[in-house]
């Protein structure tokens, strides 16, 4: 447990992996981290959330105590989270997915070839511009060239999106936020660098109404509400909520119990 596995009885290969590793490697893992630990958490307000990517858990924390811990998905080894210290500012529920270009390059014509209803099955729509005014027929590019990266991709709100239900928005020059998904499956693994560098939220109903409980009195009611009717709203919160994305291999408890993680990134 305390290495991040799935907890099982099993002498597999991930635990013979961990149980190999020198003492003198995890010592040197505990001072890397001491330093990364004090980055992550000077000039932290009394409410914020810690998404650590090595471990890829979701921290919400209120006057040093952690109210909530869940599962989240980082980027991929090759699509990686970035490090980030920002605020979230807003909620989207129920938004567009404006698909970006590396993704359209990197998976959708690859989908696209494969299964010619891709962007039918999926309610992916292209369009000419940002305006969204002029829609493009798919049958009229060239899907074995890199013709559909000219073009702009956005995906209908719905059960279906990419983002779920909701995206939750804080400044950054990656253009990465935090999101449900449809694809809950993912949660079951233990090593989850599995998205394409945004950070996806298991039990995301519980993180917004933490963030959002104590404004305009936000309860799982008002929540169910906004999903039973699948309208497309944005919440500005009234006040920030501070966001550290970082990056943390080694750990202790508050009882001494020693964590560590894998360095999925090789950092």
């Known amino acids: 447990k305390r290495h991040g596995l799935i907890v099982n009885g099993e002498l597999n290969k991930e635990t013979i992996n961990e149980m190999n590793v020198s003492v ?8 890397r981290n001491k330093v990364r630990i ?11 959330v810690i998404v650590n990517i090595p471990s890829a858990e979701l921290f919400a924390i209120k006057n040093g105590n952690v109210d909530l811990s869940l599962k989240v998905i980082v980027g991929k080894i090759d699509r990686q989270t970035p490090l980030i210290n920002s605020d979230i500012y807003e909620f989207n529920f129920y938004p567009y997915w404006h698909v970006p270009k590396s993704i359209v390059k990197k998976d959708i014509i690859k989908a696209v070839l494969a299964d010619s209803n891709y962007l039918q099955n999926n309610n992916i729509h292209i369009f000419q511009d940002y305006t969204y005014q002029k829609e493009v027929n798919p049958r009229y590019l060239d899907w074995k060239s890199e013709e559909a990266t000219a073009y702009k991709f956005r995906q209908d709100p719905g059960i279906n999106n990419s983002m779920g239900f909701v995206k939750i928005n804080f400044k950054n020059k ?13 949660f079951n693994n233990d090593l989850r660098a599995n998205s394409s560098g945004c950070v996806r939220i298991q039990n995301i109903d519980d993180l917004i109404i933490w963030i959002l409980g104590e404004q305009d009195n936000w309860d799982m009611q008002k929540l169910d509400s906004i999903i039973q009717k699948q309208n497309t709203i944005n919440v500005n919160l009234q006040e920030k909520i501070q966001i550290r994305i970082t990056y943390i291999t080694a750990w202790a408890e508050r009882d001494g119990l020693v964590h560590f993680r894998r360095d999925v990134y090789k950092k």
């Open 24 to 31: 003198n490697k995890r010592l040197s893992q505990l001072g």
């Open 38 to 48: 004090l980055n992550a958490t000077s000039g932290l307000k009394d409410k914020h």
């Open 174 to 186: 990656h253009s990465v936020y935090l999101h449900d998904t449809p694809k809950k499956s993912l």
